[in-house]
């Protein structure tokens, strides 16, 4: 078969790119890796920021996509059982998010991309992008009978997240890469037990919990916990002592733990975010620390910059934009990277002192009361929460 863009993966990145070229008639054809019902299920960000909702605003889905989302305004910080409410949306004229879970966000894309007519082949089983340095470049791939398939395209779109296989078939020497990982741990376990009022963030001597509502019914929390800790010694009974403990509240209403996970909250870039007719969008070119929020709202922000570009080259013939792609993606990307460090090594660093040295504590401290203290510092830091437009 022939198209225009094959995408590669179908979480929000891919799926995002696959609505804004369908709004404006350019065919691509969506390969994922899972079944529908798997990819729909699977919990992971939870606040849309505003940069990333303006995406579906401009493109006139904000009504299919965003119906019922709460805005999200204000966040909780605790520090040594004392909470202060940073109202973010007050320091940026409004400018707030939305609450919204990404497989919210993830299941309706993929209704309002079929609904469109949409073609999104799920269980498509070793797919393999070829010739992206030339003109014609083509994929590969076992669809869900197994039968061997091949897709000529214009262009492919490699949104197959972190492990996917995009970013693996550019040669090592056109990529330069950039990690850095963090000297914690993190674990993260989703409950179903009810969200905090506010995103919360605490901080104390027992290290450093957050809490974030995933939804009416569901919480995610962070832990902060030696690298590579062992996900065996987290009982259920420890979990939730240790929540209580680091977050100051007796009280906090506990639930079925649903996931635990010990996650590697590693930094990662690749430059430049493309390579001949390939384009590398959200996880597959770069992962943040995930304290800020910021990983989902750099997929979203990729996919619209694609999608612009390509609809440029492909009903313009202006091919400026997609050459633009990366360095535009990148300003972004580096800018939240930023942010998320400076928000990570502040609450991690403000927490235990143990964790980076009483000198950082105090750093860290200082820092954080800061944004409470100085309308200049709380403006810088909500409008990094907002996302830069
Ligand atoms: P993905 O969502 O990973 O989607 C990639 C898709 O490609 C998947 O559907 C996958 O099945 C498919 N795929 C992979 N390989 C192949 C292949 N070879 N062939 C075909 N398909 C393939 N971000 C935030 O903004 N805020 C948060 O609070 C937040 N919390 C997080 C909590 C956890 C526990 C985790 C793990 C992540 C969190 N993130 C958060 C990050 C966020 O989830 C990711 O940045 C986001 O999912 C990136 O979207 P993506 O579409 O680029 O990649």
């Given at each position: ?46 606040v ?31 520090v ?17 998010g ?23 082949r ?62 914690v ?37 962070y ?36 996931e635990?996970?010990?996650?590697d ?18 996880d ?10 910021k ?23 202006d ?6 792609y ?6 972004r990307?580096?800018?939240d ?25 105090h ?27």
């Amino acid at each position: 078969g022939t198209t225009t863009v094959v995408v590669i993966g179908a979480g929000v990145a891919g799926l995002t790119v696959a609505n804004l070229l369908r709004r404006t008639g350019i065919d691509c054809v969506v390969l994922e890796r899972h079944n529908r019902d798997h990819v729909e299920r699977r919990q992971r960000a939870g606040v849309l920021d505003f940069a990333a909702e303006q995406v579906y605003v401009r493109a006139g889905l904000d009504d299919r996509l965003l119906a019922g989302a709460p805005a999200s305004g204000s966040l909780e910080i605790r520090v040594d059982g004392v909470s202060r409410l940073f109202d973010a949306a007050a320091h940026t004229d409004g400018r707030a998010g939305r609450l919204l879970p990404q497989q919210v966000l993830v299941r309706r894309l993929i209704e309002t991309f079929v609904d469109s007519g949409g073609d999104l082949r799920f269980d498509s089983a070793d797919v393999r992008p070829h010739d992206i340095d030339g003109d014609r470049p083509y994929v590969t791939y076992l669809d869900a009978n197994g039968h061997a398939q091949r897709l000529e395209a214009d262009y492919v779109a490699g949104c197959d997240g972190f492990h996917g296989v995009s970013r693996s078939v550019v040669p090592p020497d056109a990529l330069t890469t950039y990690r850095h990982a963090e000297d914690v741990g993190w674990f993260t376990v989703l409950t179903d037990s009810p969200p905090p009022k506010y995103p919360l963030l605490a901080l104390s001597r027992h290290g450093f919990a957050a809490h974030f509502g995933r939804g009416p019914h569901a919480s995610r929390f962070y832990l902060q916990c030696p690298p590579g800790d062992d996900l065996d010694a987290w009982t259920d009974e420890r979990v939730w002592r240790q929540l209580r403990l680091r977050l100051a509240d007796d009280t906090l209403p506990d639930g079925p733990v649903v996931e635990k996970a010990v996650i590697d909250a590693r930094s990662f870039v690749v430059d430049p975010m493309s390579y001949g007719r390939l384009f590398l969008v959200g996880d597959a070119a770069h992962i943040v620390p995930p304290m800020g929020g910021k990983g989902m709202n750099l997929a979203i922000a990729d996919a619209d910059v694609l999608a612009h570009a390509l609809h440029a080259a492909v009903r313009n013939g202006d091919d400026g934009p997609l050459r633009a792609y990366s360095a535009t993606c990148l300003r972004r990307v580096w800018n939240d990277q930023e942010y998320s460090r400076w928000l990570s090594d502040m609450v991690f660093h403000g927490a235990d002192q143990s964790t980076a040295g009483p000198f950082h504590w105090h750093l860290a401290r200082s820092r954080l009361d800061r944004i409470f203290t100085s309308t200049n510092a709380a403006r810088a830091f909500a409008d990094l929460m907002a996302g830069t437009a």
